[in-house]
């Protein structure tokens, strides 16, 4: 088992940023990919960001491309999301979520076989 725990939510003025944590613990030997998704009310679940543990690649939505950076503390088996020039548009509870090995992994979120609780972004006009 993977245990996540996300903080750093919080409400913001368009334009400004927030940084997200994703602490992991348990057994993270088998993690390859730490990712977010974000759910706003109504809405599908969707990617966000991701990297790999090692910490090697990355993966961006087109959504939060260019204004978002996602890096991984090894260290303190952390993951963070740093997300700037933020939108009323991006108002939704994000979620981290791990993914054990797979032959053939893909940013879906059934892909994902760990999740943490969310924290809520309010993004306001």
């Known amino acids: 088992q993977v245990q996540l725990v996300e903080s750093g939510g919080g409400l913001v003025q368009a334009g400004g940023s927030l940084r997200l944590s994703c602490a992991a613990s348990g057994r993270t030997a088998s993690t390859i990919i730490i990712g977010w998704f974000r759910q706003a009310p109504g809405k599908e679940r969707e990617f966000v960001a991701a990297?790999?543990?090692?910490?090697?690649?990355?993966y961006y939505a087109d959504s939060v491309k260019g204004r978002s950076t996602i890096v991984r503390d090894n260290a303190k088996n952390t993951v963070f999301l740093q997300m700037n020039s933020l939108k009323p548009e991006d108002t939704a509870v994000y979620y981290c979520?791990?993914?054990?090995?797979?032959?053939?992994?893909?940013?879906?979120?059934?892909?994902?076989?760990?999740w943490g609780q969310g924290t809520q972004v309010t993004v306001s006009s």
């Open positions: 979520a791990a993914m054990r090995l797979k032959i053939a992994p893909t940013m879906d979120k059934n892909a994902f076989d760990y």
């Open positions: 990297i790999t543990w090692s910490g090697a690649n990355t």
